[in-house]
């Protein structure tokens, strides 16, 4: 208990603490225009009171991410802790952040717009057509799997066992009704349907957080956390699932996750004032930090340890989905449990509306296309549901989310690059930038030599040095890049 009080002490000083200092390094000044009164159209850039923005923010970056990925992270052992409470100061929080904040001062721009300004037209480029195809993952995850749990619930007795090739009726017919609502979602007005849905499930995704560090505190002696005594690897395989990098692709959503950074100028575009920026990003980030270390603390609790807790990965088959419903039945009963199993498939719709009206502004972007006219969104959007569904129906789940996991971090990588350069070229400090992007370029370098989804090399020494080798490449690449302006 005592390292996971300390880690959630740490959390919330830092808010007040680096976080303010980011604020002056920054320059944010509540005096300056931003864009929703400089480029108000009432679709995207619509100003929106200060708590709604925080709870969009939060289930924006959020969704299942910190309770799923938390949990299975969980099994490498208490260093888990360390990774999100280190990672998300440090890094997660500042990533957020500074990409926040350099949106907002660009008019509400995309992010490979902003990359483009600080790391080149090739990166730029790059970036638009790798951010697009990351949130059009993004969105056929966060289809699939609120729809299969929800068609798990249904049963209709005259259709049993009726299937299109190898889909149910059952999961077709939620996938619609889910798609239906993305297109919605994606199409009109920001405040219309995301600004007055979203708070409510930000609120459930905070009040499940609050209730199983309830149980936590009131039943010490029955759920023992464990403590940090060492950075030991403690999951049940640790040959093939190394804490460096896996620990760090595992838990994204909690520490840092370069899909944050696509969905900060969303609500760049909704903001009343910079000074806002503070409790909108990087508190956001420490709220989603919290409730990344409040569910790898029960998952470890629950199990009575972390070899417990990798045996019950194993009986699930590694799905985090039925391990919370495992803790929130044994700790809090139906009723309850009916609440979570809503709140999860909420948090998980939530992510996948924005992430596809990302996709569709980063592609506005890129074209130049206004997105007043509902018909122009119209053209942009539908090839993107269009290859959501493709993927859905091509590809495993397994193998969707093992290169989203990848993806994402490499998106972080590259945005924490664009951060560095950003504080160069403004000569503000640095080492805020270039560290986490050193520690996170050699992890995704790392996890391409090692990964059996990737290389699968089964020398890790050789592994490790070409992953060094790549890092100080890519490093040296963007010191230049930054030199030359």
Known sequence: ??????????????????????????????????????????????????????????????????????????????????????????????????????????????????????????????????????????????????????????????????????????????????????????????DKIIGRIYPLFGI????????????????????????????????????????????????????????????????????????????????????ESIVALIWAAIGMAFWGGVDGLNDAIADHHGSAATLVNEITSTTMGPVITVFVLVGIIGCAITSGDTAFRCARLIVSDMFGIEQKKLTKRVLVSLPLFAMALFIIFALPFQTIWSYFAWCNQTLAVITLWCITVYLFRNKKPVAIGMLPALVMTYVCSSYIFISPMMCGMENRTLAYILGGVLTLTIAGAVHIKARKG
């Open 204 to 287: 459930a995704l905070l009040l499940m957080a609050v209730s199983i560090l309830f149980v936590l505190f009131t039943n010490s002696d029955k759920y023992t956390i464990p403590e940090l005594t060492s950075l030991a690897n403690g999951i049940a395989d640790p040959e093939s699932f190394p804490i460096v990098p896996m620990l760090f692709t595992t838990i994204a959503c909690g520490a840092l996750s370069g899909f944050h950074a696509t969905q900060s100028p969303m609500m760049a575009r909704c903001m009343k004032s910079e000074k806002q920026s503070r409790f909108i990003f990087y508190g956001a980030m420490i709220s």
């Open 1 to 190: 208990m005592i390292t996971f009080l300390l880690c959630l002490t740490a959390l919330v000083v830092a808010y007040f603490t680096y976080g303010r200092y980011l604020e002056k390094v920054c320059g944010v000044d509540g005096k300056n225009p931003v864009p929703s009164q400089t480029m108000y159209d009432g679709v995207d850039y619509v100003p929106m009171p200060q708590w709604k923005v925080f709870l969009i923010q939060l289930l924006n970056i959020a969704g299942l991410g910190p309770i799923f990925g938390a949990l299975l992270g969980a099994a490498y052992g208490p260093v888990a802790f360390l990774w999100i409470t280190l990672g998300g100061i440090f890094m997660g929080a500042m990533h957020d952040f500074v990409a926040g904040v350099i949106s907002l001062k660009s008019n509400g721009q995309s992010l490979p717009e902003i990359i483009g300004k600080y790391l080149g037209v090739g990166t730029r480029n790059f970036m638009r057509v790798f951010s697009v195809l990351l949130m059009v993952l993004v969105g056929a995850v966060f289809m699939s799997q609120p729809a299969t749990l929800i068609a798990t619930n249904i049963s209709v007795p005259a259709l049993e066992g009726v299937a299109f090739d190898g889909f149910t009726w059952e999961l077709l017919a939620v996938l619609a009704v889910i798609l239906l609502y993305y297109i919605s979602a994606t199409l009109l007005p920001i």
